[in-house]
């Protein structure tokens, strides 16, 4: 195995920090490795808010649900999907042709561009010795957040990302069994509900462990959880105020 | 500058293939890194259909625009947003409740993991010296690709990949400058606009001198064509017959 797969298989969230700065220069470097991601028709439909300064942490660690982690890491990146930018670039070559910003196509451009690039720089962050854990907190309050980050019409936040240097070493959750996620030339639901089962009893077997026997709940269990939970019911209409019409 | 970053920042498209095949012990290599990517509390919402049957590689890519890679790369992954092993899984754990999985969240939630974890993908196959080209030309006839891979109802393919060893050495895009994307604290479009125009120059040159001098039309022009091109008009009405309503 090559040194870059067995850094993408050790991935690990990290949410406990260091006291070891991040400097604008190291953000500097992770951002460009992230612009080289492969892009839609080279629109480089993102932006990322670098935010450094500690009151503005805490503000956005409250508005993404009280995850200390956000205010206690030196670099909270926020991911957003950008079709400002290329609108303000294309204005004045326009005139007055009609345009198709709002389409559900171009909102999935930009937050498909988003997290290709927020990807890349998950893994140039690690191969720095930096760890990170995605945030998608940041859709609590996501009006809130747009707006304490002056984000244009067309601008929203995906996702957040902590970065520091780790002060943990927690231990890696397992992943469905490869059948459960890769098919061969047509997709096979009957293979992938079977891998569901083995991994029910794999990750009742880790929480037993990691919780020292208090949880056990199988994934499927979690994840009837999860569906029957409402979740963020704001967003549509937020992007719809955002200019992301869905059309 | 590391290893990984090197890789990072090497990255270009690669459209033409040798013949050396891609054996399905390395998509499974490729897969397994995927895996390791963060995933929204754990949901693992994406699944893989790798191709590798020539017929099918054929209908895929005159589905696509006839992108004559789709066809001559070893392997075409085409990665799906899936909603639907989720609500298996769930399924006999719900009895009568209500659920919430065609929300615009759990939309995003699906969209956003099947793109982390084919960013990891496209990353460690070409740590092992494959290339990789992204084909949003899978959501083309979108309708039509959904049937032949027999997607079930809240799955959608979301990009396609092509995979291969590279016959060709194409040169490296420019981007954006990087004070276009990263932004500190605050967006500022100011600064975001003042790099367009930069852009604007460095991407004229580099046409012009790929091209021998025959293109050389500024960045922000080609993006105005593109927002006043109606393009892919067809997918929320698709998403919205394959369950993912964007409520």
């Not at 999935?108 to 191969?127: F, G, K, P």
Request: aromatic share 8%; charged share 20%.
């Amino acid at each position: 195995m090559n040194e870059v797969l067995s850094l993408l298989k050790n991935h690990r969230s990290i949410r406990k920090y260091s006291s070891q700065p991040v400097t604008p220069m190291q953000v500097e470097e992770i951002i460009q490795a992230a612009q080289m991601a492969s892009t839609s028709s080279n629109v480089q439909a993102y932006s990322v808010i670098a935010v450094s300064e500690l009151q503005l942490k805490e503000r956005l660690a409250g508005l993404c649900g009280n995850q200390a982690y956000v205010s206690e890491c030196p670099v909270f990146l926020v991911w957003c999907a950008d079709l400002s930018r290329l609108k303000s670039a294309a204005e004045r070559h326009l005139q007055d042709r009609e345009t198709y910003e709002g389409t559900t196509e171009n909102f999935m451009v930009a937050t498909i561009d988003a997290a290709l690039a927020a990807q890349n720089a998950a893994v140039a962050a690690e191969s720095m010795g930096l760890g990170i854990v995605y945030i998608g907190g940041i859709r609590n309050k996501i009006e809130e957040v747009a707006e304490l980050l002056g984000l244009p019409e067309l601008v929203y936040p995906v996702f957040g990302m902590c970065i520091g240097y780790p002060d943990q070493e927690p231990g890696q959750r397992p992943r469905l069994p490869l059948e459960a996620v890769l098919h061969w030339n047509k997709y096979d639901s009957e293979c992938s509900n079977a891998a569901v089962n083995q991994y029910d009893e794999v990750m009742s077997d880790y929480l037993r462990k990691r919780s020292g026997g208090a949880k056990d709940t199988p994934w499927s269990v979690l994840m009837a959880e999860k569906l029957a939970q409402p979740s963020r019911l704001h967003m549509r209409e937020f992007l719809q105020r955002r200019g992301f019409e869905l059309k």
